[in-house]
């Protein structure tokens, strides 16, 4: 996969070289692109189960305040291209991807079929969610298992609970009528998100190109202007691992960006800025070398995932040096944060060299967020992104959405760290 890449390295960058020019970057310099999918409502749990903040309103007030500050921001908003489903199969296990598709129908028509018939009908239209309860762990997690979950997979007659407990880390992460829709195009968000660094769409240069004579090919920040993207993703993605989905996610989002970029000949690393550990994004490029991976997030030992996200943890075999994680303590405040962001996070990332940064931003670092125990305020985002690009001026960004739950802050939230950052 890497190799392949690699041998059209030089054709990939002749392409990315005519594609985008000096003159393109400096009209760029300082806009953003935004990618969103009409179809992350139909992601839709129910909103009065317990511990259920992964609500389609995250995404509605988020493109509302991107919206808003569009002028401001210099912000251009587009659909995701897609790149098909081999880009989510390039991270992702083929069995994890077909449970997630078929999941919910397949329990939907289960109950159905458990029904009378009188009401059988009535209770179909009830059934809104499908939600696991049961999980394989340790040993139970064994080849001859997967073999026959397989074969539940693929008979429909078959109850497909007995399949969930391989595929589902934990019982809040529910799945709903249009979940696969709207987790495989947050997925080509992300993707879409990568791929404008270098191969902006259509549309956009054509909107742009009256502006080239006019915008200077070097700012105050360096003499190669830099270009951000953002990925608006829901469900987010960081948690997933190439075989469970949870907390949350379906498909790990930056994951499946960086994967993407680096079959492309790209040198990619990624910061995740959540507040809780990226434990699907680090047990994916654990043992590689290609993929460098800083997460800042609150110490496990305190929240989810409670398993992953500890200092000691660095990588294995050829991964061994290029993961670091940053527990920090319940209660920490917007100066904190940044102080260990410009300390420790971000020197690191500069001891290697890349053409991507991919940004995992999760704003439930927020203070009164329902998932988090963080103190940031909403300058301190806008102090965020700051730091990032005061670090790495002239290098091309993607910031993919993670979490962030507080409704009433996240959108300002997620506004002000794409102002930092531009």
């Known amino acids: ?73 210099h912000l251009d908003i587009f659909e995701p291209d897609d790149q098909g489903d081999g880009c989510i199969l390039n991270v992702h296990d083929e069995n994890l991807y077909m449970f997630v598709k078929i999941a919910f129908d397949r329990y939907k028509k289960q109950q159905q079929r458990a029904g009378d018939s009188e009401d059988s009908k009535q209770h179909e239209e009830e059934v809104t969610y499908f939600q696991n309860d049961s999980f394989a762990v340790g040993s139970l997690r064994s080849d001859i298992a997967l073999m026959h979950v397989i074969e539940v997979l693929e008979d429909d007659s078959l109850d497909i609970l007995h399949a969930a407990g391989l595929f589902l880390s934990d019982s809040a992460t529910f799945l709903t009528k249009g979940t696969f829709e709207a987790a495989y195009d947050a997925a080509q968000c992300a993707v879409s998100a990568v791929r404008s660094l270098f191969f902006p769409k259509k549309k956009l240069r054509r909107k742009l190109s009256s502006l080239v004579h006019t915008s200077p090919n070097k700012d105050k920040r360096g003499a190669v202007p830099p270009v951000v993207t953002y990925a608006l993703c829901r469900p987010p993605g960081h948690h997933a691992s190439t075989s469970v989905a949870g907390g949350f996610c379906f498909f790990n989002n930056v994951a499946i960006a960086a994967q ?33 991976f800083v997460s800042m997030h609150c110490d496990p030992r305190n929240e989810f995932p409670f398993w992953s996200g500890y200092e000691e943890e660095t990588g294995i075999g050829e991964g061994v040096g290029h993961t670091l994680n940053i527990p920090l303590p319940i209660g920490t405040n917007g100066e904190e944060f940044l102080y260990s962001l410009r300390t420790a996070a971000l020197p690191k990332l500069a001891e290697k060299k890349m053409d991507i940064l991919l940004v995992s931003f999760g704003a439930d670092t927020a203070r009164g967020d329902p998932e988090g125990s963080f103190l940031l305020d909403t300058a301190d985002f806008e102090g965020m992104g700051e730091a990032i690009r005061t670090h790495f001026p002239n290098l091309r960004i993607a910031v993919i959405q993670e979490g962030g739950y507080g409704l009433d802050v996240l959108g300002k939230n997620v506004v002000a760290f794409l102002k930092g950052i531009r």
């Open 1 to 73: 996969m890497t190799d392949n890449a690699g041998s059209n390295n030089g054709k990939v960058e002749r392409e990315a070289s005519s594609c985008v020019g000096r003159n393109f970057e400096a009209v760029m310099e300082h806009r953003i692109v935004a990618f969103v999918s009409k179809k992350m409502s139909e992601h839709d749990p129910p909103s009065g189960l317990k511990g259920m903040s992964e609500l389609k309103e995250r995404g509605d007030v988020i493109l509302k305040e991107l919206e808003a500050h569009k002028e401001d921001l």
């Open 260 to 292: 993407f970029a680096v079959d492309m000949g790209y040198r990619v690393s990624i910061l995740d800025v959540d507040f809780h550990h990226g434990n699907g994004t680090q047990s994916i490029f654990y043992n590689r070398k290609d993929v460098l």
